[in-house]
Every structure is written in structure tokens, then in C-alpha cells.
């Protein structure tokens, strides 16, 4: 089957983002206060409308444009291209990566988690305290 003539899956997408994000589906439902079975049904759409595409790419911290563009091909040529040999009699990699920009990126990774589990917490306890 030839690139141009597969069908652009956008459910297939959400899911292998979300296990690349290591989100489980019972997860991404909290997020979007929906059932985990309504996300197994979005994964196994071919077509997600764009309101509900916007909120999952938001859940996912990505980008609308992000999901519909993604490709396992183009992620596996960047993590082919990361690395080179430089060595001419062993195997050590030499890694094109600036250490402190990852440090500086996980570590606002974190801080954006701890936001978004703060915000879900939030939610929960006016839930809980609406319910009193």
C-alpha cells in the first residue's frame, strides 16, 4: 500500500500519542469528563469533529494540527537521526543533545503535570463539595 492511499486515521493517532504520553484511556476520559468506553469509541473512529479533536490535543499537550500530522515514521526518524557513529572501533554514541535543554524541558513537563493534576483535583473536590 503506497503512503499516498492510506487513510489518515485520526483515532489510530490519539491513541499511539497517548501511549507515547504513557496516558491510559481511563486517564484522558477523566480529563475530557467522559467514559473510558467513549475514548476506546474515539480511538476507534477514523474521524474525531474538531471541538472534540481540540480538547483531546489539549489533554494530550499537543496540537490539533499535531494529531492529524502524526506519523510513528517521522518519530522514528528522529530518533534515528539523534544519534551518530563517530567512532571507528567501538560502538559509543555521541549525542547531539544539549543535557541542560532536556533538564529545563522535563522539568517544565513536570511543572505542566502537576498543573493539570491540580486542575483535576479542583474539579474533583467542587464535584465532591456540589454533591454535599
Request: glycine share 4%; aromatic share 6%; hydrophobic share 35%.
Amino acid at each position: 500500500m503506497e503512503a499516498s492511499t492510506k487513510q489518515n486515521h485520526i483515532g489510530r493517532k490519539i491513541s499511539r500519542i497517548r501511549e507515547l504520553r504513557g496516558m491510559k484511556q481511563e486517564a484522558l476520559a477523566d480529563f475530557l469528563g467522559i467514559s473510558q468506553q467513549a475514548i476506546s469509541s474515539i480511538e476507534n473512529s477514523q474521524d474525531v469533529d474538531d471541538n472534540k479533536l481540540s480538547q483531546i490535543a489539549s489533554a494530550l499537550g499537543v496540537t490539533k494540527e499535531g494529531i492529524k500530522q502524526f506519523s510513528e515514521e517521522a518519530v522514528f526518524n528522529i530518533i534515528n537521526n539523534t544519534f551518530t557513529d563517530y567512532s571507528s572501533n567501538n560502538n559509543n554514541y555521541l549525542c547531539h543533545i544539549n543535557p541542560l535543554e532536556k533538564i529545563v524541558e522535563l522539568y517544565e513537563r513536570l511543572v505542566e503535570t502537576e498543573r493539570e493534576k491540580n486542575i483535576y483535583l479542583e474539579k474533583l473536590i467542587s464535584k465532591f463539595e456540589n454533591k454535599l
